[in-house]
């Protein structure tokens, strides 16, 4: 499975920016999704995860509310989308897939199989 993340970008505080993450080589209709943003100079943390149906979500608190994780089966891709940004949302996103679908633990990298290369997302103050 080949992830493809797009759609980053720099933004002012307040504004919005739609991420996809369109996989090839397989369909991802049955596995889980997640979304990942690392700032420099730090870890990987955990954004959002959707599981293969899409009736089930998971949000990390400091983006509930503001993000939603949504997925399109027949289009193999999976969005995020992302409101109200702030400049602690700056970093590089990145989307990956779980041959599981419908892990235990959504929040953890390393439930994660397959992961994309990341797209920037920058928002000024």
């Known amino acids: 499975v080949q992830l493809q993340a797009c759609g980053g970008g720099l933004v002012q505080a307040g504004g919005s920016l739609r991420l996809s993450c369109a996989a090839s080589?397989?369909?991802?209709?049955?596995?889980?999704m997640g979304w990942f943003r690392q700032a420099p100079g730090k870890e990987r943390d955990f954004q959002a995860a959707?599981?293969?149906?899409?009736?089930?979500?998971d949000y990390a608190d400091s983006v509930k509310g503001r993000f939603t994780i949504s997925r399109d089966n027949a289009k193999n891709t999976v969005y995020l989308q992302m409101n109200s940004l702030k400049p602690e949302d700056t970093g590089v996103y990145y989307c990956?897939?779980?041959?599981?679908?419908?892990?235990?633990?959504?929040?953890?990298?390393?439930?994660?199989?397959?992961w994309g290369q990341g797209t920037l997302v920058t928002v000024s103050s």
């Open positions: 080589g397989r369909t991802v209709s049955r596995y889980a």
């Open positions: 959707i599981n293969w149906s899409g009736g089930s979500t």
């Open positions: 990956a897939a779980d041959r599981d679908g419908s892990p235990y633990y959504p929040r953890r990298a390393v439930t994660y199989d397959f």
